[in-house]
C-alpha cells in the first residue's frame, strides 16, 4: 500500500466513523423524543400509580437515551480531532496499526489478523469485508499499543499479536 493509499484509508475510516456517529445520534434524539411522547401520553386513570409508574419510566427510558446522545457527541468531538494525514511510525492517537497472529509469518494469508484504529471508541466494526477495531485514546488496549512499532508484540484476546504495519 503505498502512503497516499495509507491517507485514504485513514481517512476513510474517519469518514465511516463519522457517519456511524451521526446514525446514533440520530437514532438516540428520535428514542428521546418517543419516550417523551410516551410519558406525555400516558392518561390519568384511577389507579394512579401506574399512571406514575408509566410516565417513571417514560422520563428514565428519556434520560438512558440522552446519556447515548451525550456519550455520541464526545466520540465525535474525539474523532473530529483526530488528524489522519500524517503517517505514523508508532501507536498514536490517529494511527492505523495492522498485526497477525504470532504464529503467522506468511505476509500472505493473515488467518488471525486484526486492525486497530486508535480514534474513537466505536468497538469492532465490519467495512468492506474487514474487521477494525475502532478504540478509544483513552482504551486500555489503545494505551498497550501507544509507541509500539512494527515488529513488537502484544498480547490481545489471550492472542499474541505482532504488529506489522502502522500508518
Same mark, same amino acid.
Given at each position: ?6 491517507? +485514504?484509508?485513514?481517512?476513510?475510516? #474517519? ?9 446514533? =445520534?440520530?437514532?438516540?434524539? #428520535?428514542? =428521546?423524543?418517543?419516550?417523551?411522547? +410516551?410519558? &406525555?401520553?400516558?392518561? #390519568? ?11 417513571? =419510566? ?5 434520560? =438512558? ?16 480531532? %483526530? ?23 506468511? &505476509?500472505? +494469508? !493473515? +488467518? ?21 477495531? !475502532? ?7 489503545? #494505551? ?9 508484540? %502484544? ?6 499479536? %505482532?504488529?506489522?504495519?502502522? !500508518?
Amino acid at each position: 500500500m503505498t502512503d497516499a493509499e495509507k491517507i +485514504a484509508f485513514k481517512n476513510s475510516l #474517519k469518514r465511516w466513523g463519522l457517519d456511524l456517529i451521526t446514525q446514533r =445520534m440520530a437514532a438516540a434524539k #428520535k428514542a =428521546m423524543e418517543q419516550a417523551q411522547e +410516551a410519558a &406525555n401520553s400516558e392518561e #390519568k386513570s384511577s389507579a394512579g400509580d401506574k399512571y406514575e409508574t408509566g410516565r417513571a =419510566m417514560g422520563h428514565l427510558q428519556k434520560d =438512558m437515551h440522552a446519556r447515548q446522545l451525550a456519550e455520541s457527541l464526545k466520540e465525535l468531538a474525539t474523532l473530529h480531532a %483526530v488528524q489522519t494525514e500524517p503517517l505514523s511510525h508508532e501507536g498514536r492517537i490517529g494511527a492505523v496499526l495492522q498485526a497477525h497472529g504470532a504464529a503467522f509469518t506468511d &505476509n500472505t +494469508a !493473515f +488467518a488471525d489478523s486484526v486492525t486497530f484504529f486508535i480514534s474513537a471508541g466505536l468497538g469492532k466494526q465490519s467495512i468492506d469485508g474487514q474487521t477494525i477495531l !475502532f478504540l478509544s485514546p483513552q482504551a486500555p488496549l489503545a #494505551k498497550l499499543l501507544e509507541k509500539k512499532k512494527p515488529g513488537d508484540g %502484544v498480547l490481545f484476546n489471550q492472542k499474541e499479536l %505482532v504488529i506489522r504495519d502502522i !500508518f
